[in-house]
């Protein structure tokens, strides 16, 4: 896989999980010579599957997705964000 951007967003697992597809696409960028330079958590306000309780805590989700990060070499801030049904608008938790 080859991505010609400056940004690369990983779709995850059901209610915003970080499961292990982030560590294995994690680990093929590395593989692949590329960096990440930067890695969110996103949740949204219209999640099923948060709404039958199946979403992890937020604090595990960052934790979670920051040791995926590293353990495949990577140094780069990981944010929780929170995006916006209605348009689509994604609010990160680092915004004041």
């Known amino acids: ?6 940004r690369l967003f ?4 059901l ?3 970080i499961g292990p597809n982030v560590a294995d696409t994690a680990r093929l960028v590395a593989a692949n010579g590329d960096q990440v330079v930067f890695a969110a958590v ?6 099923i599957a948060a709404g039958k309780g ?12 920051g040791q995926s990060m590293k353990d495949a ?3 780069c801030p990981v944010e929780m964000g929170y995006l ?5 608008h994604i609010n990160w938790a680092s915004e004041p």
């Not at 916006?84 to 689509?88: F, Q």
């Open 84 to 88: 916006r049904t209605e348009d689509s």
């Open 15 to 17: 209610a915003g999980n």
């Open 1 to 6: 896989m080859k991505l010609n951007t400056e």
């Open 42 to 47: 996103i949740h949204h306000d219209d999640c």
């Open 54 to 65: 199946w979403r992890k805590p937020e604090g595990e989700s960052i934790v979670a997705m």
């Open 10 to 13: 990983i779709v995850n697992n």
């Open 73 to 75: 070499g990577f140094q």
